[in-house]
């Protein structure tokens, strides 16, 4: 480079010797043009020479603009198969197989980028990608200097331009962090997708895409049969082993509970029937690759053809674990570039791997263009409270690395480039949430007491080890219902005695002294695992589901039972039964509990004897004969998402009719009061655990009802603590006489919202934006 006399003759000495050094096939350099967002052709050795200064590619396009957006070196062994990949025909790289850029940094801002291609694919190891740099850093204050001399020669107004060149190239990127993507003609482009976990999140866009297109890959398969199957053999071994690394990653962030995912795909890889498919495909296409994808498309077409929409997203770890052993198999692997704080990732689908992948403490929000809403990753995200948006059509074509984005979790909604109206509405809103939740907890410590002294006890509901941080953290009374089922639906089966012991006591003792009420499997309907006996149910929500699936299955619910009687010896645990429908099925459930009583007795394995066992109210045959039910349990606990479900004959999963689910429907209502009157009547207490628990319009009519504890999620309980210390129980017990005479649910909406305007939380100087706020929506879904 000393000996060059221009910028020309610079370029091509580097581009030889960095070709040489590195045994490349091809070195290229190109100049970046911030006026133009663009980068150049300036230099190549290997390329077609007449596409100097012809081939142009705005930053952020393409592989090499992404190295230059990214401002850090990208290494692609197939780069044909990368959806970043751009084709240049005048270039004559058709036959170059791998790709490695760095860009060239001058004083933090990018003025161009340096490139080496291969024919023969080739995996960069981190001494190809150390020199890289090291060359794009010794090379940028040489071009640099070379376009400064040059312009010695140029005109005097001329002179300045390379010097404000660089400081604008600011604008390409000094790193990812500050990168800034080719600016959008149109503002505030709307996805919508579905409403998978609420929250509001404002940031640059972190795309996460499948790396490659595995069917465009060149695949060759050995000549000997033998070899072939050992070749898929030790690719299910590697994959096996980076779902293992992943497992223990999750666990370590986030409990076992969250790690049982991945036993489920472990579970896969030793499945026999799916082992033997694909050996018999390799026996009959001689392929490994050829088999693997046909017994994946097979296995997709089953799934896809299943109405159930946990069945359906089952399909889902299959393909995922299906596309690792592919990867194995081609030789690829996995990275993850680094990300700034607050990013919105871009991904295809929202699988459990991401959680290992990512730095989860700089993601502010996670969008998918595929999945539903009931798939690992979504449960993964809410329990994390992250917001998210899954199934969001065109996100993929439409969402630019770097490019501001806008996450309502609440609607389901993206926003893309964002004018500074929008940008405002939800900064401001951003800002109304962040003054309550300082306000909110400030209060944490203050009891849920009306204004006249009446105490209502506020709990949470988990299912996750992970949630009881939540628990903890916004103040909850203890846990009002713990879904022991998430611990079944992500082993894909029963889980053991053993493993449900470990995580029943871990619960109770975390919140010892905080009453923990766990509830029974409540498996059936729209949460199904494998080889239950339900693949031929017409309508699983009516048919073997909750109790009575486990009466069924004895011998499981025999071995949580055991699990559950043997954590409860601190006298903080009680035991519910869901959907019990009538006096005989809650007379044989209590039953096996004492048979299971006995056995412990027999073992001299300790357990409460005082401990309580109560049943859920979901189904209208118990509210209506819940007088006789109290007289045989310990307390109910009103689900009113199924009650509200089975009294007006809606699948609020139905888009046709959910319109027509709304929990304060005078029906359901009635119901409540009649469960309340004989809880009251027994001396037992009742609570709600459902959706109602939380929603700001149900809670004044729940507490005129009598309902004496409130569970919900963990986040909503400084809301609800707030309205119920702003109400006078003399004034909503008046309201819930209204309520239980009004005509139509609208009419209780109205009832509802003018208590809570009247008690003047709308007008609160911390509070009052938010809440208002989460009053409109709770209208306008009801």
Same mark, same amino acid.
């Given at each position: 480079?000393?000996?060059?006399?221009?910028?020309?003759?610079?370029?091509?000495?580097?581009?030889?010797?960095?070709?040489?050094?590195?045994?490349?096939?091809?070195?290229?350099?190109?100049?970046?043009?911030?006026?133009?967002?663009?980068?150049?052709?300036?230099?190549?050795?290997?390329?077609? *020479?007449?596409?100097?200064? +012809?081939?142009?590619?705005?930053?952020?396009?393409? #592989?090499? @603009? %992404? !190295?230059?957006? /990214? $401002?850090?070196?990208?290494?692609?062994?197939?780069?044909?198969?990368?959806?970043?990949?751009?084709?240049?025909?005048?270039?004559?790289?058709?036959?170059?197989?791998?790709?490695?850029?760095?860009?060239?940094?001058?004083?933090?801002?990018?003025?161009?980028?340096?490139?080496?291609?291969?024919?023969?694919?080739?995996?960069?190891?981190?001494?190809?990608?150390?020199?890289?740099?090291?060359?794009?850093?010794?090379?940028?204050?040489?071009?640099?200097?070379?376009?400064?001399?040059?312009?010695?020669?140029?005109?005097?107004?001329?002179?300045?331009?390379?010097?404000?060149?660089?400081?604008?190239?600011?604008?390409?990127?000094?790193?990812? *962090?500050?990168?800034?993507? +080719?600016?959008?003609?149109?503002?505030?482009?709307? #996805?919508? @997708? %579905? !409403?998978?976990? /609420? $929250?509001?999140?404002?940031?640059?866009?972190?795309?996460?895409?499948?790396?490659?297109?595995?069917?465009?890959?060149?695949?060759?398969?050995?000549?000997?049969?033998?070899?072939?199957?050992?070749?898929?053999?030790?690719?299910?071994?590697?994959?096996?082993?980076?779902?293992?690394?992943?497992?223990?990653?999750?666990?370590?962030?986030?409990?076992?509970?969250?790690?049982?995912?991945?036993?489920?795909?472990?579970?896969?890889?030793?499945?026999?029937?799916?082992?033997?498919?694909?050996?018999?495909?390799?026996?009959?296409?001689?392929?490994?690759?050829?088999?693997?994808?046909?017994?994946?498309?097979?296995?997709?077409?089953?799934?896809?053809?299943?109405?159930?929409?946990?069945?359906?997203?089952?399909?889902?770890?299959?393909?995922?674990?299906?596309?690792?052993?592919?990867?194995?198999?081609?030789?690829?692997?996995?990275?993850?570039?680094?990300?700034?704080?607050?990013?919105?990732?871009?991904?295809?689908?929202?699988?459990?791997?991401?959680?290992?992948?990512?730095?989860?403490?700089?993601?502010?929000?996670?969008?998918?263009?595929?999945?539903?809403?009931?798939?690992?990753?979504?449960?993964?995200?809410?329990?994390?409270?992250?917001?998210?948006?899954?199934?969001?059509?065109?996100?993929?074509?439409?969402?630019?690395?770097?490019?501001?984005?806008?996450?309502?979790?609440?609607?389901?909604?993206?926003?893309?480039?964002?004018?500074?109206?929008?940008?405002?509405?939800?900064?401001?809103?951003?800002?109304?949430?962040?003054?309550?939740?300082?306000?909110?907890?400030?209060?944490?410590?203050?009891?849920?007491?009306?204004?006249?002294?009446?105490?209502?006890?506020?709990?949470?509901?988990?299912?996750?080890?992970?949630?009881?941080?939540?628990?903890?953290?916004?103040?909850?009374?203890?846990?009002?219902?713990?879904?022991?089922?998430?611990?079944?639906?992500?082993?894909?089966?029963?889980?053991?005695?053993?493993?449900?012991?470990?995580?029943?006591?871990?619960?109770?003792?975390?919140?010892?002294?905080?009453?923990?009420?766990?509830?029974?499997?409540?498996?059936?309907?729209?949460?199904?695992?494998?080889?239950?006996?339900?693949?031929?149910?017409?309508?699983?929500?009516?048919?073997?589901?909750?109790?009575?699936?486990?009466?069924?299955?004895?011998?499981?619910?025999?071995?949580?039972?055991?699990?559950?009687?043997?954590?409860?010896?601190?006298?903080?645990?009680?035991?519910?039964?869901?959907?019990?429908?009538?006096?005989?099925?809650?007379?044989?459930?209590?039953?096996?509990?004492?048979?299971?009583?006995?056995?412990?007795?027999?073992?001299?394995?300790?357990?409460?004897?005082?401990?309580?066992?109560?049943?859920?109210?979901?189904?209208?045959?118990?509210?209506?004969?819940?007088?006789?039910?109290?007289?045989?349990?310990?307390?109910?606990?009103?689900?009113?998402?199924?009650?509200?479900?089975?009294?007006?004959?809606?699948?609020?999963?139905?888009?046709?009719?959910?319109?027509?689910?709304?929990?304060?429907?005078?029906?359901?209502?009635?119901?409540?009061?009649?469960?309340?009157?004989?809880?009251?009547?027994?001396?037992?207490?009742?609570?709600?655990?459902?959706?109602?628990?939380?929603?700001?319009?149900?809670?004044?009519?729940?507490?005129?009802?009598?309902?004496?504890?409130?569970?919900?999620?963990?986040?909503?309980?400084?809301?609800?603590?707030?309205?119920?210390?702003?109400?006078?129980?003399?004034?909503?017990?008046?309201?819930?006489?209204?309520?239980?005479?009004?005509?139509?649910?609208?009419?209780?909406?109205?009832?509802?919202?003018?208590?809570?305007?009247?008690?003047?939380?709308?007008?609160?100087?911390?509070?009052?934006?938010?809440?208002?706020?989460?009053?409109?929506?709770?209208?306008?879904?009801?």
């Amino acid at each position: 480079m000393s000996r060059s006399h221009d910028l020309e003759e610079t370029l091509a000495n580097v581009t030889d010797l960095v070709s040489k050094r590195l045994d490349a096939d091809v070195c290229s350099i190109y100049s970046a043009d911030p006026e133009q967002q663009s980068l150049r052709l300036a230099s190549t050795i290997g390329l077609a *020479s007449e596409a100097v200064g +012809r081939v142009e590619l705005p930053i952020g396009e393409g #592989l090499v @603009g %992404l !190295a230059a957006s /990214r $401002g850090e070196p990208i290494a692609i062994e197939h780069a044909k198969a990368d959806p970043h990949y751009r084709y240049f025909p005048e270039t004559g790289e058709e036959r170059f197989e791998s790709l490695l850029a760095a860009p060239l940094i001058v004083q933090g801002a990018v003025i161009g980028v340096i490139v080496i291609q291969t024919v023969e694919p080739r995996r960069f190891d981190e001494p190809d990608i150390e020199l890289l740099q090291t060359c794009a850093s010794l090379l940028a204050p040489v071009v640099v200097n070379a376009q400064l001399l040059a312009l010695m020669s140029a005109p005097p107004e001329a002179r300045g331009s390379v010097v404000s060149r660089i400081a604008e190239s600011e604008a390409i990127g000094r790193n990812r *962090s500050d990168s800034q993507v +080719r600016p959008r003609a149109e503002k505030n482009v709307t #996805l919508r @997708g %579905l !409403a998978t976990a /609420r $929250g509001v999140a404002i940031g640059p866009i972190f795309r996460m895409d499948k790396p490659v297109d595995l069917d465009r890959l060149p695949y060759e398969p050995k000549k000997d049969l033998a070899e072939e199957h050992a070749h898929f053999k030790a690719a299910m071994n590697a994959a096996r082993r980076q779902i293992e690394d992943m497992r223990d990653v999750v666990q370590d962030r986030f409990g076992p509970e969250f790690a049982a995912v991945f036993h489920a795909q472990i579970q896969i890889l030793e499945d026999k029937g799916f082992l033997q498919n694909v050996s018999l495909a390799i026996d009959q296409t001689g392929s490994a690759r050829d088999a693997l994808r046909s017994v994946l498309d097979s296995y997709r077409e089953t799934f896809e053809k299943i109405e159930d929409p946990y069945f359906r997203e089952r399909g889902t770890d299959i393909a995922d674990v299906g596309q690792r052993v592919m990867e194995r198999l081609l030789g690829l692997r996995d990275h993850v570039q680094p990300m700034q704080r607050g990013s919105v990732v871009v991904v295809d689908q929202l699988l459990p791997a991401i959680f290992a992948q990512l730095e989860m403490d700089k993601v502010a929000a996670i969008v998918a263009e595929h999945g539903g809403q009931t798939s690992h990753g979504v449960i993964f995200a809410r329990t994390l409270e992250i917001p998210a948006v899954t199934g969001a059509a065109g996100l993929l074509e439409e969402a630019r690395e770097g490019e501001l984005a806008i996450v309502d979790g609440a609607s389901g909604t993206i926003y893309l480039s964002p004018d500074e109206a929008l940008t405002r509405e939800f900064e401001q809103a951003q800002h109304r949430y962040e003054v309550a939740v300082e306000h909110l907890d400030a209060m944490r410590e203050r009891p849920a007491e009306t204004l006249d002294g009446r105490r209502i006890r506020l709990s949470a509901n988990a299912g996750l080890l992970a949630d009881l941080r939540l628990v903890d953290k916004h103040g909850a009374e203890g846990v009002g219902l713990f879904r022991t089922e998430l611990l079944a639906l992500a082993h894909r089966g029963f889980p053991s005695e053993e493993e449900q012991g470990q995580l029943y006591q871990r619960v109770v003792e975390f919140l010892h002294p905080r009453p923990v009420t766990l509830r029974t499997l409540d498996l059936g309907g729209d949460k199904g695992i494998p080889n239950i006996g339900l693949d031929d149910e017409e309508n699983p929500q009516l048919g073997c589901r909750s109790i009575r699936l486990t009466l069924e299955n004895r011998s499981a619910f025999r071995a949580q039972l055991r699990a559950i009687l043997r954590a409860s010896t601190l006298g903080n645990l009680r035991l519910l039964l869901p959907m019990i429908g009538s006096l005989p099925e809650l007379r044989e459930a209590k039953g096996v509990i004492d048979e299971v009583r006995l056995e412990l007795d027999r073992d001299g394995s300790p357990f409460d004897r005082d401990l309580e066992v109560g049943i859920m109210i979901e189904v209208p045959s118990a509210a209506i004969t819940a007088a006789v039910l109290a007289e045989e349990c310990d307390f109910f606990s009103i689900g009113t998402n199924d009650l509200t479900q089975y009294t007006l004959a809606v699948d609020r999963g139905n888009e046709r009719v959910a319109h027509l689910y709304d929990s304060l429907h005078p029906a359901v209502l009635q119901l409540i009061e009649m469960t309340v009157r004989a809880a009251n009547g027994a001396g037992i207490p009742v609570s709600v655990c459902g959706e109602m628990a939380t929603n700001p319009l149900s809670v004044p009519i729940l507490i005129g009802l009598g309902i004496e504890e409130l569970s919900g999620t963990p986040a909503a309980v400084p809301v609800v603590k707030e309205i119920i210390r702003a109400l006078d129980s003399g004034e909503v017990e008046a309201d819930a006489r209204a309520a239980l005479g009004a005509r139509t649910a609208a009419e209780v909406h109205a009832i509802a919202a003018r208590r809570l305007r009247g008690a003047g939380l709308v007008d609160h100087p911390d509070i009052g934006g938010w809440l208002g706020q989460l009053l409109d929506e709770a209208i306008a879904s009801a």
